[in-house]
């Protein structure tokens, strides 16, 4: 059986109807395996085109007119790098206005470990997720589980981040200023994901909650980049709480609504833009 | 010594890319050949035993209108076949969510095979291959069938599926070890 199983690789390299060229050893076991001489004729059995390859006429031309009646030329999407920039020009932008409304007083007390930890895993997180959501509005453009596995390690290496790096101590305005740093947090996420919709459906979405989860993150990374810089409160219960809450809370929103547009708009994503 | 098959074309080395790219500009002629080349294996692709001829055609129906609404996304110059199969492969998921939910079906279409043609008993025929690859669990079906009936390279499968080659791997090897035993199988019956 070991030997059928390392045929089983040989078949992996079969294309065009032919048989890979076998190695001596595993010719001769094919020949006397009559298991895998039939496997091997089975798969090779494909014919060019039969009877059960053509399509009902009438069907063929109903699909024809479909398509014909609004057939228009269309702007290939941008490169994935392009669009990868967008995402990032706009995080950029949405921060700089953020931090600019709410000021970087944190800054002044953080230590540089402190600023250049969080910072640079923002910097990488939202880098991975703009490159990971332009790959994700094309079909055939990304790994499911790749996608899924980022959205995960990017929102527990921030909230490991901030509860290794700053101390552990506990105010009596724990919730009064959380509330705050979440609110002003969420009301930054929320226009963000406006932004960055509007981008995403350009493409074409074949796993929108996946999809979803991944932009409302990047929106909460909005966030979390302009509080890192603002807020005056650098204790870890109160950022592992209140900031982190914020780009999680975003992408759990981000996935819930993915999920519904799943079954309310099966054709999910934009026609592409139109050319005259 | 085992007969060798002559090689037959598959569909991706036949300039599908071109026909996309000249389709995304809005040529008749394009689109028309794009369709005609492409449907009979999406509606193989769709099929299943349990499926009614109707409900297959409405999906096949439906996978084109999104390849037309999504055409936009194909980037010239890439395999087209991994961009279609994983828009025929969402439309299918789609449907099959939307079956489970309904649950209503119109008449089982129990005689699928028969439609598609006479199989020998005896020898192996192309139909063999189909019949028993629709007998394969979902997963490994879809990869058998992008493998070994559109002739799509392992990376293709992957992309299409939105998964890992090694995962793409490990499904096939899966089928191979079924389809051996159901050979293994048939073969003892007909030596009965």
């Known amino acids: 059986m070991t030997a059928c199983k390392q045929i089983d690789f040989f078949l992996d390299q079969q294309s065009g109807g032919s048989l890979p060229s076998l190695p001596p050893w595993a010719a001769a076991h094919v020949e006397g395996c009559p298991q895998c001489r039939r496997l091997f004729e089975l798969l090779q059995s494909r014919p060019a085109r039969t009877p059960d390859w053509e399509l009902a006429p009438l069907l063929q031309s109903r699909i024809e007119r479909r398509v014909l009646d609004t057939l228009k030329p269309v702007a290939p999407l941008a490169p994935a790098g392009k669009l990868a920039l967008g995402f990032l020009a706009i995080f950029a932008a949405l921060a700089a206005a953020g931090i600019a409304w709410g000021g970087a007083g944190g800054l002044r007390l953080m230590s540089w470990t402190q600023f250049a930890g969080v910072g640079a895993l923002l910097a990488a997180g939202t880098t991975a997720l703009a490159a990971s959501l332009s790959r994700q509005m094309v079909p055939a453009g990304y790994h499911k589980a790749g996608a899924a596995l980022l959205v995960f390690v990017v929102a527990a290496g921030l909230l490991i981040a901030w509860m290794s790096l700053f101390p552990w101590r506990t105010e009596g305005t724990f919730l009064s200023r959380g509330l705050r740093c979440a609110t002003f947090g969420l009301l930054l996420a929320a226009p963000s994901a406006a932004c960055f919709v509007m981008l995403v459906r350009r493409g074409t979405l074949l796993s929108p909650a996946l999809t979803g989860a991944a932009t409302g993150l990047l929106a909460g990374l909005v966030g979390a980049a302009v509080l890192h810089f603002g807020c005056i409160n650098l204790t870890a219960p109160h950022l592992a709480v209140w900031h982190a809450g914020i780009p999680i809370t975003s992408a759990l929103t981000g996935f819930l609504v993915g999920k519904r547009l799943s079954h309310s708009d099966p054709g999910r994503g934009a026609s592409g833009k139109v050319l005259d | ?192």
């Open chain 2, 1 to 192: 010594m085992l007969a060798q098959a002559t090689p037959v074309p598959y569909l991706q080395e036949q300039g599908l890319g071109d026909l996309m790219a000249r389709y995304q500009r809005a040529e008749e002629a394009a689109a028309v050949e794009l369709i005609r080349r492409v449907s009979p294996m999406l509606y193989r692709f769709m099929a299943r035993p349990e499926y009614t001829q109707g409900y297959v055609e409405d999906l096949l129906q439906e996978c084109w209108l999104r390849i037309h609404k999504a055409r936009h996304t194909y980037r010239p110059g890439e395999p087209a076949l991994p961009w279609i199969l994983a828009i025929a492969r969402n439309t299918r998921v789609d449907s099959y969510r939307q079956l489970r939910r309904i649950h209503s079906h119109e008449k089982v279409l129990e005689d699928f095979h028969e439609l598609v043609g006479p199989a020998g008993p005896a020898e192996i025929s192309h139909l063999d291959l189909y019949r028993q690859i629709d007998a394969l669990p979902e997963s490994q079906r879809e990869v058998l069938f992008m493998l070994k009936v559109s002739g799509m390279s392992l990376q293709e499968v992957a992309r299409a599926t939105s998964s890992t080659v090694g995962a793409v791997k490990q499904r096939a090897h899966r089928a191979y070890g079924k389809l051996r035993g159901w050979l293994s199988a048939s073969q003892r019956d007909l030596a009965t």
